[in-house]
């Protein structure tokens, strides 16, 4: 226990380090505020901030004949350390923990954001939503309210998101707090946690106070008194982070954090999303419930800043409002029609609106439905049930497609998708129909696809058009693997780094990734490179025998299929499968095995690295999932073979030899032995390519009765009694040619042939085999060197037993001499395989490690060393022979390896050996029970033996003899005879008699020696040994149900031995060995060749294998579907898309006849004013006396006005000035909504403010002047009277110039010059104003080079060479009733011969601040400009 109390003492006081730094940090960043000026206020002893006096500084407690100033909101508050921050518990079932702190009103939201990362320890979010609504008595029905919190849970989940609402319980904000208590009990990891951002004003909050100390609380325990808050608000317990907003009073208004939360929303939406180098900033989305007049200004605002928002139709009041116009045409919401939508949703609270909030609210409604694109309608009521997840991220994707993001904008949607991982939005909303995308345009949406592990994403773009041969370059395969997640094999190799003190860039990631690779795939592939690394001409320096490499072609001849002798053709499938493999990575691992060149050996690989790897896994949990995957990639490389033999066996055979250079020039067989691929060896392709191997240049289909035979009597051979290869091969060769041949005869045509012909090389091979060559394919033939070891084997244990039994004399006899030449010709044997072995000597030397045939094959030779030493000396003459004995044994035992090539008696083998290993541990079972017994036995029947043989009779060998029924007669009186032992132990060849009475009769208790007897007969001879059947049922049942696979697997080892063992059996293989001996000695130069296939064999063997493996992964995809589950599954979807395309056909429908109703109703009023005109025109001509009655509208307005409305401001009214913000100011317009634009329009109650610059404090003032009655706006009220920021009343005129050029020679492409806007932050047309008499603006030198601007102005003059593309009055944000912008817009063609063609933008410009851009709808422009840039494109005849 102590060093578990140890770990938490430093646990403790690590928390505690942690916990002083951020109180340390809090004081010193965050502020609260404090008033410095104390006014009793309308409650005795307490100020107008809401606190008491003694809350108060003793500075700011003043006299009571102070008179000189009054208290001040703004001015008599200052910013101390905040003394509210910490923990806070809620009371209750979970006590939920959450984070708070108290900020100040004018905290900068750069510290609120690191307070967020840094100290609260929160992961950057992938979108922001903020969430807006009913503050109080706020009501959903239960439908509705699991529609939303279903929809934000989910795009909380899958996005990463923030949410940010006022945090209290009460209103919108405790729905969103029960959908993060939902998603908390849901989920109990913290990892996933759904973050949900309390910003609310510490004024209003209830029991505020508890929360309160200087040090911070850690934890403070809030209670929810929701009974007893009366006008204050309790905050809610689900949120986990709360901003408490101060402003320095504690009046209970609320409203006071909707600046500073505006802000940090704003400083959210800047930061950047994921990677970095994207250039994309976190998505912010604001969603509406409810709500209020302050609701509608919280819309407002937040889509001028860009910002798109959500309604939620059915949710009540301004949402529903918002809802009900959003389909309509602009010109039908009118005044009248906001005042029945108001008084239908909001009740009683209707009766206390004015006229001028219907207007002010009439306006704002018309400008946020002017936005579609910002705005959404989620419609959540009966029959029209949408997602509340996908209308908010189809919000955004609408918000993202505005003109200022042109050309970024599908990018920006996809990274969105990707960071979201909404796969199904990006298949919807992005990857259309229509939309046609480049390879090079997606590959930084699959660089953040593949790191962030999104495998539907990574399909989705290789499935529309991303090419992985033109992604995975240099550079990218080496950030993928640097900024890859963390797992155990990259830790590893950073491990391995930091020892070797090596720095762990990009490029040595990669070199050590491909070189740990090459260890685990095993050492006898060669060294495997990344694929941008410099290949040196391959050189083939294994060992032409091993069969791994090999095979007997389809003529018999036994010789190697494949040499690598050049650089690897490049595999980006293979790259991108390692890098997902070696993270094991399931899901992305599948695509890439997909993607590769050659599926097979990428399947084995995988096998062989999966389970190295977790061999070498710390994690059990983790090393499981690593056997699973490599389990699943065997069971693909089974699969795909299978398909591939059923196809075509020759092809599938070469697959098995042919050379991998993308892994390490080995081969797919040897990469499947290196993996212990039991299951695929044992495949009848794979097993009669082995038996191809094991006949050599015998043909497969020879009785072995024949092959016998013929060792005895050779010249059998020349006879045809046994068959070679390739005398099948001829056979059928010549029976194919005379088929055709009979075909052509009987067809009379030329027919094309279906096989392929032999080339040259093939036809000299397949000659008859020469005498020679029969008798040497006969004797090198792995089946017939197998025979004759045998038959050597069995006459070496013969001549051994002689010797031993009959001949075994001081001298050693000739039998004996030739017995020690027989063993030495075994031990180089062993030699040679152990040296002579491709995998090297390390390797080798491990599987004599593991293997218990080599195992034998040591200690056969270790005894017989000892014993032959301990012969040859004479006083150990019979210690030897002793030796040799024992040696005899373990020789015999070494002859079970024989029968592992028997498929009846190999399985038997492996069942011993299991068996054997089972005995093993249960042995320690038994010996406890042996040992327990016999000592007890021991010391109650012998007193004091000293003799240790005698001992361990009685304590070990007796009780080991009663589990075979051997019971000793001396533990029972009745058959004690006292001539059977010695009474002092003095006699060596008896043992001590018990301990006697004094009538000689033993004085042990007979009762307690027969107990302990039944007792140990019960537990090891009943219960012991029935385990032990038990346990040899277990495993005689696991090695039978698996028999075959086992046995075709050990096949191969024998196989290979035989296959590289020389011909002659021992002795006379001793004869071999010396002359290979000198050979080596001196070498020759002389190497085998080895047969490549050529470049298009080999591209058509792996199209093939590409072929078969699509086939081989539809008929999987098949079973998986016609599977029961795989058919529920498939029914589910089914369901869902007929659901989902009903509904949407629903909505569709009902839409479109909201819409036919609207044009219905527009049609109607356009007919109503039509009569209205020709009663006008009737009464105008016949001059009658009374006027027809005057309409009203809901306002009360005149109609009269809507008769005289101009017909050229029947398309639209002008917009920007008619904003309600003046520009650079703090000055607000007069609403004027749009019907109520044209001064024909009877607007009694209009009063627009005053402004002009030269005012000092943008001073506003109501009263008119008679000389602005000289001047109004062409294009109607503005809401704004005065000069504004414009230089004089009436038209300001301003002159942009529109300068041209080709691209190139081919005018291909039409640019225009644009330069950047300081004040607007964006692209323009350049231009300023002008003077009377002036052609160009003065401000257009600055840009244009002085003898290029003379040439314009004198051309304006001459009327030559510069068009007027427009002329008259422009939508400006600066325009008032009073003053307006006329703009003239010329345009001046540039031809490349023109001398000012390098002037332009280089003399007076930078790239930064002058660019030539093309004349496109791309351009990035304001709107105004954007319309005479299309005019400029139309003059041009290009398409805009």
């Known amino acids: 226990m102590l060093p578990k109390s140890g770990s938490n003492v430093h646990l403790a006081e690590k928390d505690s380090f942690i916990q002083k730094g951020f109180v340390s940090w809090i004081r010193k960043n965050i502020r609260k505020r404090e008033c410095v000026f104390y006014e009793t206020g309308a409650r005795e002893g307490i100020c107008k901030c809401g606190y008491p006096k003694t809350h108060h500084v003793d500075e700011a407690i003043k006299s009571e004949d102070h008179t000189e100033e009054t208290w001040n909101k703004d001015g008599h508050f200052r910013e101390v350390p905040t003394d509210a921050f910490g923990d806070i518990t809620f009371g209750g079932l979970g006590k939920n923990t959450s984070k708070y702190a108290r900020v100040s009103t004018d905290s900068q939201p750069v510290i609120l954001y690191q307070l967020l990362t840094e100290q609260w320890k929160l992961s950057p979010p992938n979108l922001l939503i903020s969430v807006t609504g009913g503050f109080k008595n706020f009501y959903m029905k239960n439908h509705l309210k699991k529609m939303f919190r279903r929809g934000l849970v989910k795009v909380a989940q899958t996005t990463g998101a923030w949410i940010i609402t006022g945090g209290t319980h009460s209103g919108v904000m405790k729905y969103v707090g029960q959908a993060v208590r939902d998603y908390a009990m849901s989920n109990s990891t913290t990892q996933s946690q759904m973050v949900a951002i309390g910003v609310a004003t510490w004024g209003t909050v209830h029991n505020g106070n508890v929360l309160v100390d200087p040090q911070g609380c850690f934890p403070a325990n809030y209670e929810m008194d929701v009974q007893g808050q009366g006008h204050l608000s309790c905050l809610d317990n689900n949120h986990t982070h709360f901003l408490l907003v101060d402003d320095g009073t504690i009046d209970g208004c609320g409203g006071v954090e909707i600046e500073l939360r505006g802000r940090l929303e704003k400083l959210i939406s800047q930061q950047p999303l994921g990677n970095k180098e994207s250039g994309v900033t976190i998505p912010v989305v604001c969603v509406v419930l409810d709500g209020g007049p302050g609701t509608l200004n919280t819309i407002y605002n937040a889509m001028l800043n860009g910002t798109p928002c959500v309604i939620l139709e059915g949710s009540g009041r301004i949402a529903d409002v918002i809802a009900e116009v959003a389909i309509l045409p602009l010109n039908n919401v009118t005044i009248s029609l906001i005042h029945q939508l108001m008084k239908k949703f909001f009740g009683i609270a209707y009766e206390k609106f004015s006229d001028f909030n219907i207007i002010e609210w009439t306006k704002k409604i018309q400008d946020i439905i002017r936005m579609p694109h910002l705005l959404t309608v989620c419609g959540i009521i009966e029959g029209k049930r949408e997602d509340v997840d996908v209308a908010i991220l189809q919000a955004l994707f609408k918000a993202s497609r505005t003109s200022k993001s042109v050309g970024a ?329 005379e088929e055709m041949k009979n075909i052509k005869a009987g067809t009379g045509s030329k027919l094309r042939r279906t096989y392929k012909a032999p080339d040259h090389a093939s036809l000299q091979h397949m000659k008859p085999l020469s005498c020679s060559s029969r008798l040497a394919g006969f004797y090198s033939s792995p089946q017939v060197k197998f025979f004759w070891n045998i038959v050597s084997y069995a006459a070496f244990l013969l001549l051994f037993a002689v010797v031993l039994m009959m001949d075994f004399q001081p001298t050693p006899s000739p039998r004996e001499v030739v017995f020690y030449i027989w063993v030495l010709s075994l031990v180089c044997e062993e030699l040679r395989q152990l040296f002579h072995d491709p995998d090297g000597l390390r390797k080798k030397a491990m599987m004599y490690i593991q293997d218990l045939w080599n195992i034998l094959d040591v200690l056969s030779i270790i005894i017989f060393i000892i014993g032959l030493v301990c012969r040859l000396i004479p006083e150990f003459f019979y210690t030897g022979k002793i030796f040799l004995c024992m040696d005899f044994v373990v020789f015999c035992l070494r002859l079970m390896a024989i029968f592992t090539i028997s498929k009846t008696l190999g399985p038997k083998i492996i069942m011993v050996r299991r068996m054997m290993r089972d005995i093993f541990f249960f042995m320690f079972l038994l010996a406890i029970w042996m040992v327990a017994y016999g000592v007890a036995k021991q010391g109650i029947l012998i007193h004091n033996e000293t003799r240790l043989g005698w001992i361990f009779r009685g304590a070990v060998y007796d009780p080991y003899l009663i589990v075979f029924g051997n019971i000793p007669t001396n533990i029972d009186n009745a058959f004690f005879d006292k001539n059977a032992c010695s009474m002092n132990g003095t006699d060596p060849l008896k043992p001590k008699c018990p301990v006697l009475s004094g009538n000689h009769i033993p004085a042990f208790p007979e009762w307690l020696t027969i107990f302990l007897l039944c007792v140990y007969l019960l537990f090891t001879n009943i219960l012991l040994l029935n385990l032990l059947i038990a346990i040899f049922n277990f495993t005689f049942q696991e090695v039978q149900d698996n028999t075959d696979t086992i046995w075709k697997f050990q096949r191969h080892e024998l196989i290979k031995e035989y296959h590289s063992r020389p011909a002659a059996p021992p002795p006379f293989i001793l004869l071999i060995h010396v002359y290979r001996f000198v050979k080596w000695c001196c070498p020759s130069r002389k190497y085998k060749e080895f047969k490549e296939f050529s470049q298009p064999e080999e591209e058509e063997l792996l199209s093939w294998e590409a072929l078969i493996k699509d086939q081989y992964l539809q008929s999987t995809q098949l079973e998986q579907s016609q599977s029961s589950e795989g058919r529920i599954i498939d029914i589910a979807q089914n369901v869902t898309t007929i659901t989902d395309r009903l509904e949407r056909e629903e909505q569709g429908s009902s839409a479109a006849i909201e819409k036919r109703l609207a044009r219905l109703e527009e049609q109607a009023n356009q007919s109503a004013k039509a009569l209205q005109w020709i009663m006008d025109s009737l009464r105008s001509l016949n001059d009658a006396a009374t006027e027809a009655p005057i309409l009203l509208t809901a306002d009360g307005e005149s109609s009269e006005g809507l008769r005289n409305m101009p017909e050229k401001n029947k398309g639209g009214f002008h917009i920007s000035a008619r904003q309600c913000q003046y520009p650079n100011t703090k000055v607000v317009r007069f609403p004027v909504p749009e019907e109520k634009v044209p001064w024909e329009v009877c607007f009694t109650s209009y009063m627009p403010p005053h402004y002009a610059s030269e005012d000092s404090g943008d001073h506003v003032d109501g009263s008119e002047s008679e000389a602005l009655d000289n001047y109004r706006n062409p294009g109607g009220r503005t809401g704004m009277r005065g000069r504004g920021a414009l230089s004089c009343l009436g038209p300001n005129l301003n002159v942009d110039l529109v300068l041209t050029r080709w691209r190139d020679s081919k005018r291909s492409v039409l640019e225009f010059l644009a330069v950047w806007d300081e004040s607007q932050a964006a692209w323009a047309l350049p231009g300023g104003p002008v003077q009377s008499g002036e052609n160009l603006p003065v401000m257009l030198m600055k840009v244009l080079d002085q003898k290029l601007y003379e040439t314009i102005n004198t051309n304006i003059k001459e009327g030559t060479k510069v068009k007027q593309v427009f002329e008259g009055y422009v939508d400006d944000s600066r325009n008032t009733d009073n003053a307006w912008v006329e703009t003239t817009v010329l345009t001046f063609h540039l031809d490349r011969t023109s001398p000012f063609m390098d002037t332009v933008a280089t003399s007076h410009g930078s790239s930064q601040t002058v660019q030539w851009q093309e004349v496109s709808g791309k351009a990035q422009l304001c709107s105004n400009q954007r319309d005479n840039l299309r005019l400029i494109a139309k003059l041009h005849h290009r398409k805009f």
């Open 409 to 737: 904008g599908w990018e920006r949607q996809l990274e969105l998708a990707i960071a979201w991982n909404r796969v199904d939005i990006a298949e919807t909303e992005i990857f259309t129909e229509e939309s046609q995308w480049k390879s090079a345009d997606l590959h930084g949406a699959m660089f953040s696809a593949l790191i962030g592990h999104k495998h539907q994403f990574v399909r989705l773009l290789l499935d529309n058009g991303v090419s992985l041969n033109d992604f995975l370059q240099k550079d990218t395969l080496k950030q993928l693997y640097f900024k890859a997640p963390s797992c155990s094999f990259l830790c590893m190799l950073k491990k391995k780094a930091e020892n070797m003190d090596q720095g762990l860039d990009p490029t040595t990631l990669v070199t050590l990734v491909y070189k740990e690779v090459q260890e685990l795939l095993g050492s006898f592939i060669k060294p495997l490179r990344p694929p941008w690394a410099t290949r040196k001409r391959n050189s083939r320096s294994r060992d032409e025998t091993s069969i791994s490499l090999q095979g007997t072609n389809q003529e018999g001849s036994q010789r190697p299929l494949i040499e690598d002798t050049g650089e690897p053709r490049r595999d980006p499938g293979r790259d991108l499968f390692l890098w997902a493999v070696i993270q094991n990575n399931r899901e992305l691992a599948e695509i890439a095995w997909e993607q590769c060149g050659d599926c097979l050996s990428a399947a084995l690989a995988a096998s062989t690295i999966l389970k190295k790897m977790a061999e070498e896994e710390d994690d059990e949990d983790e090393a499981k999932d690593m056997q699973k995957l490599a389990n699943h990639y065997e069971k693909h490389a089974i699969g795909v073979f299978s398909e591939c033999y059923d196809c075509d066996q020759k092809r599938a055979q070469r697959l098995l030899v042919r050379t991998l250079p993308s892994w390490g020039t080995t081969t797919c067989l040897r990469l499947a032995l290196e993996a212990d691929a039991k299951s695929f060896v044992a495949q009848s392709g794979v097993q009669a390519h082995l038996t191809q191997i094991w006949c050599g240049e015998l043909a497969v289909d020879n009785p072995v009765w024949r092959v016998m035979i013929c060792m005895l009597f050779f010249p059998l051979i020349y006879t045809g009694f046994l068959t070679f290869s390739r005398d099948k091969v001829i056979q059928r060769e010549a029976r194919n040619s």
